[in-house]
């Protein structure tokens, strides 16, 4: 039998002006990672890109809209136990605020900070899987964002990475 997979996405939100990510806490309440630090995440709804659902997300979750820089890279995970309704295949971006605007955060978070990488590192507990993970993402945007020729960039920037 074929199985299925939930889709998921990942915003991480870098401000280029102050060189710094936007982190947020899971609150309490949640029955999945409650306390743990992440970056926007949320699933892809049936008929909706990754993309679609990243804008969506995004609006959802802090009532901002972003531009998409860059692809960080795709995970494969389980939110909860190892089994086939928890499995996700994701695909996390890294992107930039179309506007600087204050931040209303959803019942889904119950703080947030901009952080530097060394913040980052810092508050990021390696112990931790539920955090461990945003580490490696930080890791691997500065790595990408270093590199990535500004023409690229703004190609990503323009036509997006859905290939519809």
């Not at 500065?142 to 500004?150: A, G, N, P, V």
Request: charged share 25%; hydrophobic share 40%.
């Amino acid at each position: 039998m074929v199985g299925r997979f939930l889709g998921g996405i990942g915003a991480l939100i870098w401000d280029p002006g102050a060189d710094t990510y936007l982190l947020l806490r899971r609150a309490a309440t949640k029955d999945f990672g409650a306390g743990n630090w992440e970056c926007v995440t949320g699933r892809v709804d049936q008929g909706e890109s990754f993309e679609q659902a990243l804008h969506r997300e995004v609006q959802e979750e802090l009532g901002i809209t972003v531009r998409v820089e860059f692809l960080i890279g795709t995970t494969h995970f389980y939110r909860g136990a190892a089994a086939p309704e928890n499995e996700l295949l994701g695909v996390v971006y890294c992107c930039t605020l179309a506007d600087r605007v204050p931040l209303t955060t959803s019942a889904e978070h119950d703080a947030h900070r901009w952080v530097t990488l060394r913040e980052a590192t810092a508050l990021l507990r390696e112990d931790n899987p539920g955090e461990a993970w945003l580490a490696r993402i930080i890791e691997r945007a500065e790595f990408t964002r270093m590199r990535l020729d500004s023409e690229l960039r703004a190609f990503h920037r323009h036509n997006g990475f859905d290939t519809n």
